[in-house]
């Protein structure tokens, strides 16, 4: 029913996976939480069931990101990235910048 899966490299340990469009080009792109390698990698759709090399975003020395939500928090029609940093005991926000960069803000939980 499905073809072989083809992998794509992300940090250590990935723990959490969310699938939305996140440069406002209608294809859905890959966010990914790695617990070991303390980031988030995200990876854009090439529009033909492959996907870009992921791009890092780091979230703290011993953040050990383990889920990832994305949704718009401020109200820029741009969907922004939640990560819960389970060994920082916070959570961090990455503001979509709209120019493929995001900003990491960290808030305590």
């Given at each position: 029913?499905f073809f072989n899966q083809t992998t794509y490299t ?22 990914v939480a790695n617990a070991n390698s303390y980031s988030v990698s995200v990876l ?66």
């Amino acid at each position: 029913m499905f073809f072989n899966q083809t992998t794509y490299t992300t940090g250590t340990n990935p723990s959490s996976v969310a699938v939305v469009d996140v440069n406002n080009d209608n294809k859905p792109d890959i966010i990914v939480a790695n617990a070991n390698s303390y980031s988030v990698s995200v990876l854009l759709n090439n529009g033909n069931g492959t996907f870009l090399t992921q791009i890092t975003y780091t979230t703290g020395a011993s953040s050990s990101p383990s889920s990832v939500a994305v949704v718009d928090v401020n109200s820029d029609n741009k969907p922004d990235i939640i990560v819960g940093n389970g060994g920082l005991a916070n959570v961090g926000v990455l503001l979509n910048s709209g120019s493929g960069s995001s900003c990491l803000i960290r808030l305590r939980i």
